[in-house]
């Protein structure tokens, strides 16, 4: 995930370092204006001119006696090379500020870096607006600066990225609740983003965790698809529930549904036809869906490798049915990562799964905290 982004963070950090030790540098080779102080020469009076002349005696003396002063200085006593005590602190706790003008100039850069790593426009503008506030004006020490940078942009992903729910307790918690009621989930989105896969994977998760569950095929539009997850439902010992193509997708959950509840088994997971967010009349469909099967969550899943598009995807199927949470598939093979850092701010959802391969096993739950790590920060 976001290739090359540590290392291109760290030159903008470095960039923002080197610009003002240059600035210092450049100051101190300005030519120092000579600092004069009015000198009182002592007089003495003369009877010979009778008048008063320069004591020239008593000047060599006050001469003396100031260079003395200042040769006992302690910074005045140093050897060649070796720095005094205050210089010492000074240098160990050298901080600099960035200004205003300094950081726009440099945010156009994280900017395009942002951008190019697929985070959205509006995420963007949050990051470099919450950075800006963080560190323009603020002391930063100058030999930590990359650092310093780094951990006020790890803290702003962290408040961005939403604190995802787990679904196997979620699942326990209806378990424990005596009610016999079994938890549905709903998965959905558009063609081609691995959601059967994915079914299949958390079917076989919550096996592992000692729950039992069974799979609607309610993608009934799709050739091939019933027999695709009758495969994996073999594979993974799960019961799948099916009817025949064409018939109502609705019915199908409703009827998985009415097997768990007498089976007594704890999850019904509803497979669903990929449709384009853009076709109302599929998306009129999958409303039906969900009022006749009432899930308990509705989950998009679709790939990281869409970009930004996905926000529009999930924002459509949101409005039309309610999404609880996301699944993003092909996480492994995202090498900008920006699409999951996207998602949770616009959509305001929290991020359930990463699909990370083919077997079963390649599905991880999302850890804000294990994300940021793969960001370097």
């Not at 726009?104 to 900017?111: A, D, F, G, H, P």
Request: glycine share 6%; hydrophobic share 35%.
């Amino acid at each position: 995930m976001f290739s090359k982004f540590k290392e291109k963070l760290s030159n903008w950090a470095k960039n923002i370092k080197e610009k003002k030790e240059t600035e210092e540098e450049t100051s101190k080779t300005k030519i120092p204006e000579i600092e004069t102080k009015e000198v009182k020469i002592p007089v003495k009076f003369s009877p010979g001119t009778q008048k008063f002349e320069p004591d020239l005696e008593s000047l060599k003396e006050k001469i003396k006696e100031t260079s003395k002063i200042e040769n006992n200085l302690p910074e005045k006593n140093l050897k060649p090379g070796e720095k005094g005590f205050l210089k010492k602190i000074t240098s160990k706790i050298s901080k600099i500020k960035i200004s205003e003008k300094e950081f726009e100039i440099y945010s156009e850069e994280l900017e395009m870096l942002l951008l190019e790593n697929n985070v959205a426009l509006e995420v963007t503008e949050k990051i470099i607006q919450d950075l800006k506030e963080n560190i323009v004006g603020k002391e930063l020490l100058k030999k930590e600066i990359d650092n310093e940078i780094k951990e006020e942009f790890k803290k702003i992903i962290n408040e961005i990225l939403i604190e995802p729910f787990s679904l196997i307790e979620k699942i326990k918690e209806k378990k424990s609740d005596q009610s016999k009621e079994p938890y549905i989930i709903l998965l959905c989105g558009i063609n081609g983003t691995g959601k059967t896969t994915t079914i299949a994977k958390i079917a076989d998760s919550l096996k592992n965790e000692g729950l039992s569950c069974v799979l609607a095929a309610a993608d009934t539009f799709r050739a091939a698809s019933i027999e695709q997850i009758k495969k994996h439902g073999e594979k993974i010992g799960v019961k799948i529930i099916s009817h025949e193509y064409g018939s109502d997708p609705a019915a199908v959950g409703f009827d998985a549904i009415k097997y768990a509840k007498k089976n007594f088994i704890d999850c019904v997971l509803i497979d669903t036809a990929g449709r384009m967010h853009t076709a109302k009349n599929l998306l009129k469909e999958i409303e039906k869906i969900s009022k006749v099967c009432k899930p308990d969550v509705k989950i998009f899943v679709g790939e990281s490798l869409t970009g930004n598009d996905i926000i529009e995807q999930i924002k459509s199927f949101d409005w039309s049915i309610g999404i609880n949470g996301i699944i993003l598939t092909k996480a492994d093979i995202d090498e900008k990562g920006g699409t999951a850092l996207s998602v949770g701010y616009v959509t305001k959802k929290p991020i359930l799964y990463l699909g990370t391969g083919q077997e079963y096993d390649k599905i991880e739950p999302f850890d804000k905290q294990k994300f940021i790590e793969k960001l370097g920060l």
